[in-house]
């Protein structure tokens, strides 16, 4: 942990291997304090760990608030609806003004992209200690979903030495509305660094061509990539092609005001081709584990009987898996302010 090198967690496309390493032996150090003993550690006993979430969440924020409590730390949250947003001061003033409460870190979530970024440049300009979580913004990033799902698939894979080679060479893939989602970005950038293959798998209406190109260089703002050799992205329009060699599948949440936006004509047409059930699962080579980050549209991306069947279905491991990767990420963070 010694060459933890990151003053703020804003995306993953910043992440090096041995980032990746870090933050998941961290979190399968901190697996059992939930269940055990006294379920707390000290660690962060004094620190104030502060949710801004301007936009609805059930599991990341109160993921990242138990984090906090299971690490000892004072929690702070902001709710929206009943704050001075109204009045017309906007996010980054609400921001700082958490931060002139002694806020050390900040989970950040916005439905624009960058509001994480621009808030922690302006935190670095004028020498604040106070870090910055991405909590999850626009389309860009969920680094804290990323690094969860990508420590589930590891636990899967190998149970006794969850690390991220235990995905190298495996052919992950991620069905759905890819365009539009800030989690399927963040697991490109962590997958590929972990040598896995990922096959996309969507209409063309939300999953372009170019995501085939989408870890060849580096993201705006970034001079080289911290990855030496990434794993490769190819994309299939046919979910039966898609599956065939599949080592785990991951789907995403349909976000039906896409409808509105004509990029889908018929929730049930989109099931038929791209929905995930025991019976589009076999066209894969053998059992694999299915995710999905939540929130589910039952029915829509994948069946209600296969969520609810835990022998395939690891959306509740996914749940707790996302409890020791915030503690990790929060103790990164917070022990360095
Ligand atoms: N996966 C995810 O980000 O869920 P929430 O929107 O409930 O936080």
Same mark, same amino acid.
């Given at each position: 942990m010694s060459d933890w090198s990151h003053r703020h967690i804003l995306d993953l496309a910043t992440f090096s291997l041995e980032d990746f390493n870090s933050v998941l032996e961290l979190a399968n150090r901190f697996k059992d304090v939930p269940t055990k003993g006294t379920r707390k550690l000290p660690a962060l006993q004094g620190r104030l760990i502060t949710t801004l979430f301007f936009e609805p969440s059930t599991r990341t924020r109160s993921s990242f608030e138990l984090a906090a409590k299971r690490l000892s730390a004072d929690v702070q949250s902001f709710t929206p609806t009943s704050s001075s947003l109204s009045k017309g001061e906007t996010p980054i003033d609400t921001a700082l003004t958490y931060v002139a409460m002694g806020a050390d870190v900040l989970i950040v979530r916005h439905s624009s992209t960058n509001v994480p970024d621009q808030l922690a440049s302006y935190l670095d300009a004028t020498g604040s200690k106070t870090a910055v979580l991405n909590g999850g913004d626009g389309l860009h990033s969920h680094p804290s979903q990323g690094l969860l799902d990508l420590y589930t698939l590891a636990k899967f894979f190998n149970p006794n030495n969850p690390?991220?080679?235990?995905? #190298?060479? %495996?052919r992950i893939v991620i069905v759905g509305d890819i365009l539009h989602s800030r989690v399927a970005r963040s697991n490109l950038w962590a997958l590929t660094a972990c040598g896995a293959n990922v096959v996309l798998c969507g209409p063309p209406t939300l999953l372009p061509y170019e995501f085939a190109d989408f870890v060849n260089a580096p993201p705006p703002g970034q001079s080289h990539d911290p990855v030496a050799k990434r794993g490769q992205i190819t994309i299939f329009r046919s979910l039966k092609e898609a599956f065939k060699g599949a080592d785990a599948v991951m789907t995403l949440r349909l976000q039906k005001e896409r409808m509105r936006q004509n990029l889908i004509t018929d929730l049930y047409q989109y099931h038929y081709e791209y929905g995930i059930t025991h019976?589009?699962?076999?066209?894969? #080579?053998? %059992?694999?584990?299915?995710?999905?980050?939540?929130?589910?549209?039952?029915?829509?991306?994948?069946?209600?009987?296969?969520?609810?069947?835990?022998s395939i279905c690891l959306v509740k491991e996914q749940v707790q898996n996302g409890i020791p990767i915030r503690m990790a990420l929060l103790y990164l963070l917070a022990t360095r302010v």
């Open positions: 690390k991220p080679e235990a995905i #190298k060479g %495996k019976e589009s699962l076999k066209w894969c #080579k053998q %059992k694999v584990p299915v995710l999905h980050p939540g929130p589910v549209n039952r029915g829509v991306e994948m069946s209600s009987a296969l969520l609810e069947d835990t």
